[in-house]
């Protein structure tokens, strides 16, 4: 008579669960070694003899397959740490810095006139030449250049009263920011 390897693997499933918690110690882990093993046995039965017991055998392959995955754990623990970054996420106060920044940016690029703004996110947010900024809005090279250094020196000196400001008083974060003026149109 041939021995049904199924049947006796789900007789003895408490038994192997109570073996994979005590290698273990972690029940997902003992779950997912149970199911590994009985994986292992049904795919490799023929190398079940007759006489060999299959309690002694299915022990033998959860102690070797938790051997292995403890290996791989091990080797892959540095890789872990590196990546944790990722997985925590950013400082929350650190995150609200950067986006006021990047908000009073936005702001202040919205106080430039329109031809310096233009030229600002062309060279600067869309990575274009100062050549290809120039063909695209067809004006001279050297318009361009003019352009994109009073809309830079304008932005400094905007998130810097900005700055200034909201370090002298705190409420003022939240405000709109300081107008300069009309500035002319350049």
Same mark, same amino acid.
């Given at each position: 008579? *041939?021995?049904?390897?199924?049947?006796?693997?789900?007789?003895?499933?408490? !038994?192997?669960?109570?073996?994979?918690?005590?290698?273990?110690? %972690?029940? $997902?882990?003992?779950?997912?070694?149970?199911?590994?093993?009985?994986? !292992? *046995?049904?795919?490799?039965?023929?190398?079940?003899?007759?006489?060999?017991?299959?309690?002694?055998?299915?022990?033998?392959?959860?102690?070797?397959?938790?051997?292995?995955? #403890?290996?791989?754990?091990? %080797? +892959?623990?540095?890789?872990? $740490?590196?990546? *944790? +970054?990722?997985?925590?996420?950013?400082?929350?106060?650190?995150?609200?810095?950067?986006?006021?920044?990047?908000?009073? $940016?936005?702001?202040?690029?919205?106080?430039?006139?329109?031809?310096? !703004?233009?030229?600002?996110?062309?060279?600067?947010?869309?990575?274009?030449?100062?050549?290809?900024?120039?063909?695209?809005?067809? #004006?001279?090279?050297?318009? $361009?250049?003019?352009?994109?250094?009073?809309?830079?020196? *304008?932005? +400094?000196?905007?998130?810097?009263?900005?700055?200034?400001?909201?370090?002298?008083?705190?409420?003022?974060?939240?405000? !709109?920011?300081?107008?300069?003026?009309?500035?002319?149109? +350049?």
């Amino acid at each position: 008579m *041939a021995r049904d390897i199924r049947v006796e693997l789900v007789e003895m499933m408490p !038994r192997l669960r109570r073996f994979a918690v005590a290698l273990t110690r %972690s029940l $997902v882990d003992a779950d997912d070694l149970v199911q590994t093993a009985c994986e !292992r *046995a049904l795919s490799r039965g023929e190398q079940l003899r007759s006489e060999t017991k299959i309690g002694a055998w299915m022990y033998m392959i959860m102690r070797n397959l938790w051997i292995d995955e #403890i290996r791989v754990r091990r %080797s +892959h623990q540095y890789d872990q $740490v590196e990546i *944790a +970054h990722a997985v925590m996420g950013d400082d929350g106060e650190a995150l609200m810095e950067r986006s006021n920044a990047l908000a009073a $940016v936005r702001r202040a690029l919205l106080e430039l006139p329109m031809q310096q !703004r233009v030229a600002l996110i062309l060279i600067c947010v869309e990575g274009m030449s100062y050549k290809e900024t120039a063909e695209i809005l067809a #004006i001279p090279i050297g318009t $361009v250049t003019s352009r994109v250094a009073r809309g830079r020196q *304008a932005l +400094h000196k905007q998130l810097t009263i900005s700055s200034s400001a909201s370090v002298a008083d705190p409420d003022l974060r939240t405000s !709109r920011p300081i107008r300069l003026g009309a500035g002319g149109k +350049h």
